[in-house]
């Protein structure tokens, strides 16, 4: 090789080689030759609204060869968004940059506005913005943690969400929410014992969460805010439905020093703007996959800041909010859903990092050093 004194080696040279193609490709801007999206075929969901609406999977393919793969929420319904009319819209796009990448989020948004502006046609945008953000870092060789200023977090903290207190405490988590519906009368008790459960388990330092999932209203959560107050409660999540923001910013002066948590059911920074204008929530979870992907993600931070509230984005530990929360003003603290002991669930993503005893890390991969399990699609 023209300028390779004899004793080059081959990774020398290979190294300078992919140097040379990530120079080349960074001079050159990124175009969108398409944009897909597909249902995976799910064998374990929960029997309920997610059978036919729950995640997809989109990629964005450039004209550098780089493949982008994002997550977004809204099912068949969204695909059939990514597939019509994203697809015709962003097809010879060109981005090189966040800055650029925010620029197509508007223009997506702004499109999209007479169907759109929440719910599934921005489960759909966040699933593009997460695959251009992909596609970003791979043409950079950077992790997108990278693309948003670098990681400030060498590992980050997770809690486990699910029933099986032993089961996580083994695993390493000091910290658990407790998926809690109200049923009844009888439901004090069993929420009670799960608290009292998990605090015995876990400590008196860990954290311990209900998400109630819009199954309380007022006079319930004081009544449990009561029932608990022994055990020590970190937050309390969607006692009521995102229409009652009124109603929880009342609330939420009422179940001091108990946080209350929500946003999950919010989209993009236009909705996450009533929640700081009543102060709905002290803890706002913003779920990369659905309220506008990591753009909409970096937006929402930025007002939090401004609130004075927390962000602890649902489904966290998951990768595109985990680059989120690696370089950004979120809390270190990720949400994982482990299952149960012996339990089984669909691997879609290939490459995601694992917990070890309560932390995990991002991958030093480009993108969010991930792919999709090809059985499931």
Known sequence: MIGCPESCSQD?????????????????????????????????TV??????????????????????????GGGKAAVEIVNGHFAEILTGKSFNSVSDISDIWDFIYAESIPYGRKGVAIMALSGVDLALFDALGKAESKPVASLLGGSTKDRMRCYATGPDTDYYAELGFTAQKFPFQWKGDESEAVGVAMGEKARSTFGKYAEVMFDVYMTWDSEITLRMHNALKHVGIHW?????????????????HKIRPVNMAGGEH??????YAEIARVQAYDIWQPDITWCGGITAGLRIVEMAKKAKVEVVPHRGGE??????????????????????????????????????????????????????????L
């Open 12 to 44: 020398t040279i290979s190294a300078s080689v992919a140097r040379f193609y990530v120079e080349i490709t960074k001079q050159s801007r990124l175009k969108i030759t398409s944009v897909s999206a597909i249902y995976p075929k799910y064998k374990h």
């Open 236 to 252: 309390y999540e969607d006692v009521l439905t995102p229409d009652d923001l009124r109603e929880i910013g009342m609330l939420r």
């Open 47 to 72: 029997p309920s609204w997610r059978t036919h609406l729950w995640q997809i999977v989109v990629w964005v393919e450039t004209n550098t060869g780089q493949i982008g793969w994002g997550f977004g």
């Open 319 to 376: 990768p595109w909010g985990l680059h989120l929360i690696a370089a950004s003003d979120c809390e270190d603290f990720a949400e994982l859903l482990p299952g149960v002991r012996n339990g089984v669930k669909d691997e879609l993503w290939i490459g995601a990092p694992d917990a070890s005893n309560g932390y995990i890390q991002i991958a030093d991969e480009p993108g969010f050093g991930v792919k999709p399990n090809e059985d499931l």
């Open 266 to 271: 919010e989209f993009t920074a236009h909705g």
